[in-house]
């Protein structure tokens, strides 16, 4: 399986991205996945992620924004978080055009929690890409239910396959049913029963997170093997 890191330029600032192919001679598509406001390009639930998609067949761009690149903990604005986004994208498909396995034909944005939102944010620009992958959509902050970030969901139009906990106190199934009802983008809305927003379980549920993290990538593979290229 192939592995190539880049250092990308983003106006004057630069960030690390890596990509890794999937398990296949020739990946389903490939996923440019942004990580979450607490975590990184490395950190725990991004590897565990990118390693599940890669073993169902697709190859994954992991990239930091620019704040966790110089190591601060506070987020980068929405637009600069997009314009890393659109950066890291511009990127893969010029250096990864000629590498056999990489499906630029059939790329694929999104992330995990506030990765995914930036992503979105660009989707709903109508930004050039397959298809958006959601982990863990973060509809609201957490403990104020009453601040949706809705507004330009209804704007999207490419196909969307989002993933979240009955147990994510980010996004409850009731709110996330309201905020679909003015979306008309094929939006595939995958609930994972127990999971929080890190997609834990409990040892109660019987399910390990490893075990979690496999179905969701094969319901991903599934769906992107269907996006046509």
Known sequence: MSSIEWK?????DHVTAVYESGSQAQDTALFVCAHGAGGSMSDKGMLATAAALRAAGIG???F????KEKGDRRPDFMPKLMDTVTAVVEHVRSELKSTPEARTDRLIIGG???GGRAASM????????????????????AGQPGKLRDAHLPQIRMPVLCFNGTRDPLCTPA???????SVTAPWQMEWVDGADHSFHVLKSSGRTDAEVMGVIAAISEAWADRIPS
């Open 60 to 62: 994954v761009v992991r």
């Open 175 to 181: 709110l996330m049913r309201t905020a679909l009802e």
């Open 122 to 141: 660009l989707a709903a620009r109508g930004f050039d890409a397959k298809g958006l992958l959601l982990l863990a959509y973060p509809l609201h902050p």
């Open 112 to 114: 995990r929690s506030m």
């Open 8 to 12: 990308v330029p983003v106006g004057a």
């Open 64 to 67: 930091n924004f620019i704040y």
